[in-house]
Nanobody
Framework: QVQLVESGGGLVQAGGSLRLSCAAS????????VSWFRQAPGKEREFVAA???????FYADSVKGRFTISRTNAKNTVYLQMNSLKPEDTAVYYC???????????????????WGQGTQVTVSS
């Protein structure tokens, strides 16, 4: 069982930066893949970025070159560094996790059993 807690959201002007954190419980966190998803009002929850247990990363086209996902297994934490933020990045951001070996399509939210409660990111124009 894994519990996830996000933090780091807030209000920022367009062009600014934020760093989100996803802190996980559990002794086997290093074997889990972790992803960030986001959901804007009235829209579907969408994939943002993923980091596998071995450190490989994947990004949605909309955030490539602006966002960076990383993990520190010693702290059971995954980060999402968000730079050059745009108003369209405004959403609730969720981290999700599951055993790396169980996930076939990292962009598919249905592949993940464990979710955090979300953190709000608002980018003003």
């Amino acid at each position: 069982q894994v519990q996830l807690v996000e933090s780091g959201g807030g209000l920022v002007q367009a062009g600014g930066s934020l760093r989100l954190s996803c802190a996980a419980s559990g002794r086997t966190f290093s074997t889990y893949a972790v992803s960030w998803f986001r959901q804007a009002p009235g829209k579907e929850r969408e994939f943002v970025a993923a980091v596998r247990s071995g450190g490989s990363t994947f990004y949605a086209d909309s955030v490539k070159g602006r966002f960076t996902i990383s993990r520190t297994n010693a702290k059971n934490t995954v980060y999402l560094q968000m730079n050059s933020l745009k108003p369209e990045d405004t959403a609730v951001y969720y981290c999700a996790a599951d055993k790396d070996s169980r996930i076939y399509v990292f962009r598919n939210k249905m592949e993940y059993d464990y979710w955090g409660q979300g953190t709000q990111v608002t980018v003003s124009s």
